[in-house]
């Protein structure tokens, strides 16, 4: 169940590794520019989790700019991190307990129950500017999501 946007689900969470998704969850898919309320968000958590963006945007240099904007680590992983895939946090210690957020259950979701972590299913931001292979990705993520 969604639990609404990333901004108002976040109560709570503390003492955990965060792995925050980027696209539909941070920002609309493909924005560069992190809401002054995210960055709130995020800089509340990083006072008590260590925090991750683990992203399958293949556009490596936006990933690590949105990173540096809100002071966070990028998944050794890379981005594309890879998701689904355990792969995707490797390299990131596992003193902790996991917690993922994110807008897809097929990529962060199934990243949760692979990893045996928490997920934590964010509402998907949109900008209205997205190409028809991102939209067909949310059509095809909705209609999954009724069967999963």
């Known amino acids: 169940m969604k639990t609404g946007f990333f ?5 709570g969470v503390s ?19 992190v809401p002054e309320n995210v960055c709130g968000i995020v800089e509340k958590l ?18 690590e700019a949105i990173a540096g904007m809100l002071g966070v680590f990028v998944a050794p ?4 991190a890879g ?11 596992t003193d902790k307990p996991f917690v ?3 807008d897809k259950l097929v990529t962060d979701g199934f990243l949760a129950r692979n990893i045996h972590a928490r997920f934590i299913h964010t509402r998907s931001k949109f900008s209205g500017r ?9 059509m095809l993520e909705h209609v999954l999501s009724w069967f999963l």
């Open 7 to 11: 901004e108002d689900s976040m109560g």
């Open 15 to 33: 003492g955990m590794t965060i792995l925050l998704d980027v696209d539909g969850t941070l920002v609309p898919d493909g924005e560069r520019v």
């Open 46 to 63: 990083k006072g008590t989790n260590t925090v991750y963006l683990v992203s399958n945007g293949t556009d490596v240099t936006r990933v």
């Open 77 to 80: 992983a890379g981005a594309p």
């Open 83 to 93: 998701k689904p895939s355990r792969d995707a946090i490797r390299g990131i210690p």
């Open 100 to 102: 993922v957020v994110g």
């Open 130 to 138: 997205e190409g028809l292979t991102v939209r067909f990705s949310y």
